[in-house]
């Protein structure tokens, strides 16, 4: 019998910018809930990767006086080793950049071309290079992007073709109220978006005349595809040229942040529709991580580094930390001195510390095996990235229980072959085997250590699992 197979993806990141906080929020997710259909015996096919083409990629590499190809492969890996030392489980890190990629684009395109849903006009408009998209008059806020305030928002006039979107609004409304498709998750994101595109949606530009660095559109040597165009179809083009790939599509879950909801939900759904290609099943859209109540920017000097993260509260206590303030509704407000104090109470005085006492309290003892099942409202709850309330469901069962019962039972008061103290030493360990279990996804390396210190004659904690900040 073939397993069952998951396919989860993440946005493909800019390589305008080395990677922050922001994008590890949206790739430490991913990998939870990865590794958590591993952990169910599912075939999980993991795609990440980086965005290379377009403007604001171009003008970046400009800025350094390199060709932008260069700057690319000296940019790309920062992301993919941000990812491995964040113990992230991707199964393939796409380029956009790399030509198996940019061929399927080109067919991908030509379908949409042959279906006669492509249109030269020309296109003036407002253009904000960091979005790398077009705005309208009411989305600028004293004339300037809101998400890129302090960036100048050019104006634009060029011949572009242009994808008929309008054309698809009936079938895309059709499917997005259809209660069985639950395509756009959590429920709040969908009726933005039922009622934005109820009100106007116009048809899109989906080539650039006057941007060089991008792919070719095939009918038309003189312009390149719109990044956005490009970058969407990775998803696609991924599961199609890695080996073995093929049957996954369509995607079962596509991350994003909300600010990329619109590219996700309405303008990918149409040009599949368009190009005759399966549509996948499901986006989790979330929102922003806010740092000390101000959003996160390079000018602000207030990003937060994957690296600086790792430094301070070591690959699981970072990964615990974006799980337990993932913005799943809401932006979160986070910052160093808050995780700190996370940190220490949750991991150095909670987990680790139990560890640490029950291990000492039950040295040598062997309790027989544990037998661990799934837990479904952990499983769901992660399944739709409500990490904070899974973690905190795995807690209260199993960390906070133990610990009353040792204060209850007092064990290191009573003999060592007294009963009441070998069964609260047996309870503690069952408890503990089963939140190593549980929280594995989120913090492999010190659940396969917890696993590893109950297992068979139990031994004491030589260095503690999360040293006290
Ligand atoms: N290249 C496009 C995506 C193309 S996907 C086909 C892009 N790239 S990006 O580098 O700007 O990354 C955006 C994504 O990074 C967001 O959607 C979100 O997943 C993550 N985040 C970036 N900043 C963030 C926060 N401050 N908080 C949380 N996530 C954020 O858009």
Redesign the pocket.
């Known amino acids: 019998m073939s397993l069952k197979k998951f396919f989860i993806t ?5 390589i305008n ?1 080395v990677p ?4 590890s ?2 790739t430490i997710a991913a990998d939870i809930i990865a590794r958590l259909h591993r952990q169910l015996g599912e075939e999980v096919f993991f795609l990440t990767g980086t ?1 290379e083409h377009g403007q604001k990629v171009d003008e970046a590499a400009k800025k350094l006086k390199l060709e932008t190809q260069d700057y690319c492969d000296q940019i790309s890996p920062r992301f993919k080793e941000a990812w491995k030392d964040l113990n992230i489980s991707f199964d393939y890190f796409i380029r956009t950049t790399d030509e198996k990629h940019k061929k399927i684009v080109k067919e991908v395109l030509e379908k949409i071309y042959k279906k006669g849903d492509v249109y030269k006009a020309k296109y003036e408009g407002w253009y904000c290079i960091g979005c ?1 998209k077009f705005l309208t008059e009411s989305d600028l806020v004293d004339g300037k992007c809101p998400l890129h305030p302090k960036d100048k928002t050019v104006w634009k006039s060029e011949e572009n073709w242009f994808f008929k979107l309008s054309k698809y609004v009936p079938e895309l409304i059709k499917l997005i109220e259809d209660p069985k498709s639950n395509y756009i998750f959590p429920e709040g994101k969908k009726s933005e978006i039922l009622a934005k595109i109820k009100d106007e949606v116009k048809d899109v530009s989906l080539s650039r005349e006057n941007v060089d660095w991008g792919i070719e559109v095939p009918w038309d040597k003189k312009q390149s595809v719109y990044v ?1 165009f490009d ?2 179809i ?2 696609y083009s991924a599961s199609q040229f890695v080996e073995g790939k093929k049957d996954f599509w369509p995607a079962d879950l596509h ?6 909801l619109w ?2 939900t309405v303008i990918w759904q149409a040009m599949l529709l368009s190009a005759g290609i399966k549509l996948p099943k499901k986006t989790y859209t ?5 740092i000390d109540g101000q ?2 920017s390079k000018s602000l000097g207030n990003v937060i580094s994957p690296k600086q993260l790792i430094d301070t509260f070591g690959v699981d206590g970072s990964r615990y930390l974006v799980a337990r303030s993932f ?1 799943s509704n809401n932006d979160s407000d986070i910052g160093i001195e808050r995780f700190k104090e996370k940190y220490n109470a949750d991991l150095a005085n909670n987990l680790g510390n139990l560890v640490s006492r029950v291990c000492r309290l039950a040295e040598g003892n062997d309790y027989g095996p544990t037998i661990t099942k799934a837990d479904e409202k952990f499983n769901t709850l992660i399944n739709e990235c409500k990490f904070n309330e899974a973690i905190n469901h795995v807690f209260v069962s199993y960390i906070d229980s133990s610990n009353e019962l040792l204060n209850n039972d007092k064990p290191w008061k009573l003999d060592k072959d007294d009963e009441k103290r070998k069964e609260c030493l047996s309870t503690c360990r069952a408890n503990l085997q089963r939140a190593a279990y549980y929280l594995s996804p989120v913090m492999p390396e010190s659940c396969k250590k917890i696993k590893e210190l109950l297992e068979g004659k139990i031994e004491a904690v030589k260095k503690p699992l999360f040293p006290r900040i």
């Open positions: 993440t946005p493909i990141y800019y910018d922050h906080i922001g994008h929020c949206t965005d790398e956005w970058a969407l990775n998803y991350l994003l942040g909300k600010e990329i590219f996700h979330h929102s922003f991580y806010m959003k996160m913005p």
